[in-house]
T-cell receptor, first 116, second 114 residues
Framework: DAEITQSPRHKITETGRQVTLACHQT?????MFWYRQDLGHGLRLIHY???????NKGEVSDGYSVSRSNTEDLPLTLESAASSQTSVYFC???????????????FGPGTRLTVL | AQSVTQPDIHITVSEGASLELRCNYS??????LFWYVQSPGQGLQLLLK??????LVQGIKGFEAEFKRSQSSFNLRKPSVHWSDAAEYFC????????????FGTGTQLKVEL
């Protein structure tokens, strides 16, 4: 079955380190998204991509970067991890042109990141 | 910019009782509206969505929601709650302007008493 996976599921790192969270989907979806989930904030969009080499900043993009070199993967990089980036990170994907809202976003299981 | 408000942070209901979770949105045009459910330690799963047409939409797991433009609301309902419905529920609004992005509410945690 097609799926969307995230790795690692749990990560502890130190302030100032670079961290990369992986997201891989096997649906061949055009669109991929990264969200962070924090108590009292729900999910907030970090970055999104509508296709290979097509990435865009979301609501809370400072301190994060993404690069899309193929359809299946959208890794999220924290350039210099900060304690404020302790959160649960979700990747999602959807089909259709440019994030077409008629199409469901499918979510991965999440990565819990702790920055000490 | 669009926004979503879920006024209830926590709700507790007895198994078999009816449920209504509130969602209010702010958006200038006709919105795309969604309800997602998140079980502990899991990702989000789509329950139902509204784009246009019939304002009462049916979803999975026996859930339904009604779009009321006059009240800017999209409340989620279920006539009889099961213990397995205990989870966190998120309302989201999608806007076509600015890139087809979803904006989520802060969520409502549902507890079901046996």
């Amino acid at each position: 079955d097609a799926e969307i996976t995230q790795s690692p599921r749990h990560k502890i790192t130190e302030t100032g380190r670079q961290v990369t969270l992986a997201c891989h989907q096997t649906w061949n979806h055009n669109n991929m998204f990264w969200y962070r989930q924090d108590l009292g904030h729900g999910l907030r969009l970090i970055h999104y991509s509508y296709g290979v080499q097509d990435t865009n900043k979301g609501e809370v993009s400072d301190g994060y970067s993404v690069s899309r070199s193929n359809t299946e993967d959208l890794p999220l990089t924290l350039e210099s991890a900060a304690s404020s980036q302790t959160s649960v990170y979700f990747c999602a994907s959807s089909d259709g042109a440019r994030g077409r809202l008629n199409n469901e976003q499918f979510f991965g299981p999440g990565t819990r990141l702790t920055v000490l | 910019a669009q926004s979503v408000t879920q006024p209830d942070i926590h709700i507790t209901v007895s198994e078999g009782a009816s449920l209504e979770l509130r969602c209010n949105y702010s958006y200038g045009a006709t919105p795309y509206l969604f309800w997602y459910v998140q079980s502990p330690g899991q990702g989000l799963q789509l329950l139902l969505k509204y784009f246009s047409g019939d304002t009462l939409v049916q979803g999975i797991k026996g859930f339904e929601a009604e779009f009321k433009r006059s009240q800017s609301s999209f409340n989620l309902r279920k006539p009889s709650v099961h213990w397995s419905d205990a989870a966190e529920y998120f309302c989201a609004v999608g806007a076509t302007g600015g890139g087809n992005k979803l904006t989520f509410g802060t969520g409502t945690q549902l507890k079901v008493e046996l």
